[in-house]
Nanobody, 128 residues
Framework: QVEFVETGGDLVQPGESLRLSCVAR????????IAWFRQAPGKEHEGVSY????????VYADSVRGRFTISRDNAKNTVYLQMNILKPEDTAVYYC?????????????????????RGQGTQVTVSS
């Protein structure tokens, strides 16, 4: 059974940092591209960041570029999202999604429907 588990969400103040982890179970991420999406209450899913399977190409949403960094450790079957200078508008449930191979950077952050697997998510709340 394939499962993706996200951890690291928390309540933090604006300007602080968090690191989210996405661990894959029952599947090797070596040949999968991974993306982070988020969904705030009453809003659509938003693609945050993507990392390719072999080429390691990264893509970021304009809203997080320069503040967030995605990385992967295939040996640990884990993808990370380092989030710095957090803002209240970053508040959302963050979840990872996986697709075999690599996706075009044009569609990587468009929709979670491009991905075969997704986790349940972890809550990030940024508030003073």
């Amino acid at each position: 059974q394939v499962e993706f588990v996200e951890t690291g969400g928390d309540l933090v103040q604006p300007g602080e940092s968090l690191r989210l982890s996405c661990v894959a179970r029952g599947l090797s991420i070596d040949f999968h591209s991974i993306a982070w999406f988020r969904q705030a209450p009453g809003k659509e899913h938003e693609g945050v960041s993507y990392i390719g399977s072999r080429d390691g190409i990264t893509v970021y949403a304009d809203s997080v570029r320069g503040r967030f960094t995605i990385s992967r450790d295939n040996a640990k079957n884990t993808v990370y999202l380092q989030m710095n200078i957090l803002k209240p508008e970053d508040t959302a449930v963050y979840y990872c999604a996986a697709a075999p191979g690599s996706l075009s950077t044009d569609v990587a952050l468009l929709s979670p429907s491009w991905y075969d697997y997704r986790g349940q998510g972890t809550q990030v709340t940024v508030s003073s």
